[in-house]
């Protein structure tokens, strides 16, 4: 499975890096990647980046080590070498949809969000039932203020997957912002009742908007 990096629409769920110093690399192209997801899976993103850089070095032409370089450096927030990894990935192989997906993160990420939309609809070209691909275009949507077409792409990803909780966010903050009350309340609370265990700031952010819609009780 293509590992891809949760956003929601206010908070980037990305992990902060491991402090420890990364040891030479050293090993087979192979060895190196497993080397580095083991240490991704830890959160040893220094780690990682250490594996991968030289993954990439010795076999250039290595999709998944450009893939899982982008990843880290994502979530090291080095969002500039992210976005030249993910290209080296679509330059190996156009329609890898992980690749298009992330680097519609990073530029979200960035506020270039007219890149990030186009990131987003080339990949659901590709994967049109996408739930998590609708549901990033509608989050990127709602920060260009287009919300007749973030409603659309968070009502397609939540009938697409019912069980994904992030859709049902996206819907809360549409509906406050369209004042639309009711809707963004029960949004919401469905959101905090299926979403615990994914990211606490986004459980927070939902909270706190919930108060708000509540008048404050």
């Known amino acids: 499975m293509v590992k891809r990096i949760s956003v929601f629409i206010v908070l980037i769920a990305f992990l902060c890096g ?12 192979e060895e190196l990647i497993e080397s580095a997801k083991t240490k991704l899976e830890a959160g040893n993103l220094k780690g990682a980046v250490a594996d991968l850089e030289e993954a990439t070095r010795i076999a250039p032409d290595s999709a998944e080590a450009h ?3 982008g990843n880290a450096y ?9 976005i030249k990894a ?5 330059s190996l192989d156009p329609e890898h949809i992980g690749a298009m997906s992330n680097l519609g993160v990073v530029y979200y990420s960035k506020g270039e969000l007219d890149k990030a939309v186009e990131q987003y609809k080339k990949a659901l070209g590709l994967a049109p039932d996408d739930a998590e691909l609708h549901y990033l275009l509608g989050a990127a949507y709602i920060q260009l203020n287009n ?15 019912p069980s ?8 809360g903050v549409i509906y406050k912002l369209r004042g639309e009350k009711e809707k963004a309340i029960e949004a919401l609370e ?9 990211d606490p700031r986004a459980t927070d952010e939902a ?5 708000e819609l509540k008048g404050g009780e």
């Open 18 to 29: 491991c402090t420890t110093a990364p040891s030479t690399p050293s090993g087979s192209a």
């Open 207 to 211: 909270k706190k908007l919930l108060k």
């Open 147 to 161: 919300l007749d077409e973030a409603l659309e792409e968070m009502e397609k990803a939540k009938e697409l997957k």
């Open 74 to 82: 994502t979530r090291l927030g080095r969002f500039d070498e992210a």
């Open 67 to 69: 893939f899982l370089l």
């Open 86 to 90: 993910y290209q080296k990935v679509l």
């Open 164 to 171: 994904l909780p992030e859709p049902y966010y996206g819907l």
């Open 190 to 198: 469905h959101f905090l009742e299926i979403g615990p265990g994914q």
